[in-house]
């Protein structure tokens, strides 16, 4: 079975400082997605970044950026010049790129990720 | 991105009693539906996987005749917590999905909260 490891419960980072965020996963298939997402105090889940497993090039998105290394099975979460607003539980995710509607998300436990001013 | 509504966000009942919960999807069809529960610091728990028209698929431990799951139309979940007790209490989120490759867009959640 699928299995996705957040070892950090939390973090700390200075304003416009960058902070990496780890996780590592355990699977058996070739074919699948990892998805880095953000649940501030809200609580509402926002998709920060995703990654396609057959896609080497690492994802970006404005001041996300992933460092996916397939064969060690790592997924990090690089935030740069970091916001008052990026605090919030950072979640990993992964998903199977197979078996139709029953294939689903799998969370890592989260990082809880703080902003010092 | 796609919006995906709950109805309540926030809800007290007495325990014994029913709780119905509404996930809708707004703007595109939700072949697909999630029902996750969080608990605080925690991550998400699925507990159910729901088809339009299809009865839901529950996940280990979770009990079926407990949470009702209903998947009636291509933009309506309803999730039913039957017989609710203190343990209940929680935060339940929906997701849903286009398809079985889309992304999955996430409900605000609901608090639910039992005396």
């Known amino acids: 079975a699928q299995t996705v490891t957040q070892s950090q419960p939390e973090m700390s980072v200075q304003e416009a400082e960058t902070v990496t965020l780890s996780c590592t996963y355990d699977t058996s298939e070739s074919d699948y997605y990892l998805f880095w997402y953000k649940q501030p105090p809200s609580r509402q889940m926002i998709l920060v970044i995703r990654?396609?497993?057959?896609?080497?090039q690492n994802a970006t998105e404005n001041r996300f950026s992933v460092n996916f290394q397939k064969a060690a099975k790592s997924f990090s979460l690089k935030i740069s010049d970091s916001q008052l607003g990026d605090a919030a539980m950072y979640f990993c995710a992964y998903r199977q790129n197979y078996g139709g509607a029953t294939n689903k998300l799998i969370f890592g436990t989260g990082t809880l990720l703080a902003v010092q001013p | 991105g796609a919006v995906v509504s709950q109805h309540p966000s926030r809800v007290i009942c007495k325990s014994g009693t029913s709780v119905k919960i509404e996930c809708r999807s707004l703007?595109?069809?939700?072949?697909?539906m999630f029902w996750y529960r969080q608990f605080p610091k925690q991550s998400l728990m699925l507990m159910a996987t729901?088809?339009?028209?299809?009865?839901?698929?529950?996940e280990q431990g979770v009990e079926k005749d407990k949470f009702l799951i209903n998947h009636a139309s291509l933009t309506l979940s309803t999730l039913t917590v039957t017989s609710a007790h203190p343990e209940d209490s929680s935060f339940y989120i929906c997701s849903a999905r286009q398809g079985s490759y889309n992304e999955q867009f996430f409900g605000p959640g609901t608090r639910l909260t039992v005396l």
């Open positions: 990654q396609e497993a057959y896609k080497q």
């Open positions: 729901s088809n339009e028209g299809s009865k839901a698929t529950y």
């Open positions: 703007d595109f069809q939700a072949t697909t």
